[in-house]
């Protein structure tokens, strides 16, 4: 991440000096923002963030990614972590367990079943002041050191505990008291108020203890912090809304301790020189697989040039594009991510484009973008050339123009790409929409499951076009799922942000 870079050379001993911070009275009184590595030179290390108002206030530390298979509780952290404080200080760990979250498995690599779970690394109830494996004694010696007020750990669980008792999904575990119950009752309601279903509802499991062995178990009994766990569900939900479901609660109990001002649903907070570009990655329903993480993964990796989030449907109908620069619409289902958009979020995205935004649509967010739907955005002057959608998945040849040759910078105006249903388009001759440039066509084609043959060939594979102020680029196969062309995407979107 951009944010890991060169600030944290030279501030960690900031962090582990004379006080809590290190921090002399002058400067408490200006707010700051620092970041550090925990186990630092292991392979277990990892990056954390603090925020200090400079007001005087409570001290609230909050960690996600604990278990690798919960990702919306990381994302959820990284995502807070940019919050501005107006009182006391909060400090984020968004990713405590980093090769867990790269392997995307629950406990931690190389370990047995014993020490494998982190969250049963730190002090037990009864026992020794003493934490378990390199992680969890970095992890405790930090947070103890930080004398936290409370403690947010972001979790998530396999199923829906009003549905299925043996998972803690859904559900607010802590232990409160007569002061902190308040928080914790509107945290549910204001995550509640966002699920229109009965049965994904969450509860406040006030009777059920922490686990023991747990962060925020041990942070309650040793540190006598207030804590919670927070848990979403992560079977048959997008990581959109789970990753907002985290945020509204912690917004609620941040908001009602009076250390930020800002909405739920603001995701960028820019500095006055800042040369960096936004790029919303749309993540709710009708998005499936492995493209949307590879876009981030490649955009992020072109470190101060590109930073990106995961967006929804709710975030985008409350406006939340209007703080960004880009968006991208990844592969699954088009009319199905039309539907998360609903009519008003559509228009946002119409909106968002017509005032200068740029816009990018790989394969179901190329057929988003088409004129021809009913449900689409109407904003590629392209529509598709056949109903049979469903042609199969292939590897197909590409030829690029010897304009996207030169200014994508490839090695040959000839590639093959994967192709997964993805939309054949020809012009739609709209006389609301500019006409569209063709950036590679397709030269051989798919044709399965009864759909027409013949009309993929010498098709546009790669356009793009205006609309209105803004920059408008289709997709229809997975470069960003394919060796040698993982650039293109990038320099696509480089174009996109390009609009005068």
Excluded at 105 to 125: A, C, M, V, Y
Excluded at 126 to 136: C, F, I, N, Q, S
Excluded at 177 to 203: G, M, R, W, Y
Aim: proline share 5%.
């Amino acid at each position: 991440m951009k944010a890991v870079g060169s600030l944290i050379f030279g501030l960690v001993l900031t962090f582990f000096g004379e006080g809590a911070f290190g921090q002399s009275p002058q400067q408490k009184a200006v707010p700051f923002h620092k970041t550090g590595i925990l186990a630092e030179g292991t392979e277990w290390e990892t990056p954390f963030f603090a925020s200090d108002s400079g007001v005087e206030g409570p001290t609230v530390i909050i960690t996600g990614g604990m278990h690798g298979n919960e990702p919306a509780g990381a994302e959820a952290a990284d995502q807070i972590r940019h919050w501005p404080v107006v009182k006391g200080k909060i400090i984020v760990i968004p990713k405590v367990n980093q090769l867990a979250l790269a392997a995307e498995q629950r406990r931690i690599p190389k370990f047995g079943n014993e020490l494998s779970d982190l969250n049963r690394n730190f002090p037990k109830t009864g026992t020794p002041d003493e934490a378990r494996t390199e992680l969890g004694k970095a992890v405790w010696a930090f947070v103890k050191k930080q004398k936290p007020d409370w403690v947010l750990d972001l979790h998530e669980g396999f199923a829906i505990n009003r549905q299925n008792s043996k998972s803690v999904g859904s559900s607010i575990l802590c232990h409160p008291n007569a002061q902190t119950k308040p928080h914790f009752e509107q945290a549910l309601a204001v995550v509640n108020a966002s699920i229109d279903d009965p049965q994904k509802l969450f509860q406040l499991k006030s009777e059920t203890m922490t686990v023991n062995g747990s962060l925020v178990r041990a942070s309650m009994e040793r540190l006598g912090a207030v804590g919670a766990i927070l848990e979403t569900t992560y079977a048959d939900q997008p990581i959109a809304v789970r990753i907002r479901q985290h945020r509204l609660m912690v917004h609620r109990i941040l908001r009602n301790l009076g250390m930020i001002e800002n909405g739920p649903d603001q995701l960028v907070f820019r500095s006055s020189n800042e040369t960096t570009r936004y790029v919303a990655v749309f993540q709710d329903v009708g998005v499936g697989g492995t493209g949307p993480e590879k876009i981030r993964q490649k955009l992020e990796a072109m470190e101060g040039t590109f930073e990106t989030r995961i967006i929804g449907g709710a975030e985008i109908r409350n406006g939340s594009l209007d703080d960004f620069d880009a968006v991208i619409f990844p592969g699954g289902s088009g009319s199905k991510q039309a539907a998360a958009l609903k009519e008003s979020g559509r228009e946002e995205v119409r909106d968002f484009v017509s005032d200068g935004g740029a816009y990018v649509g790989v394969c179901a967010g190329c057929y988003l973008a088409c004129e021809n739907f009913s449900w689409g955005l109407k904003i590629l002057d392209a529509k598709t050339l056949s109903s049979k959608w469903a042609r199969g998945r292939a590897t197909l040849d590409l030829e690029f123009s010897n304009e996207a040759t030169a200014e994508l910078k490839l090695d040959s105006k000839k590639a093959k790409v994967l192709y997964v249903n993805g939309p054949v388009m020809g012009p739609a001759n709209s006389e609301l929409i500019p006409d569209f440039e063709t950036v590679a066509t397709f030269k051989t084609e798919t044709a399965k499951n009864g759909s027409p043959k013949g009309i993929q060939i010498d098709s546009p594979a790669i356009l793009r076009g205006t609309y209105g102020k803004g920059r408008v680029v289709g997709i229809s196969p997975h470069p960003e799922q394919t060796d040698g062309l993982r650039d293109v995407l990038p320099g696509l979107l480089e174009w996109g942000l390009s609009a005068p």
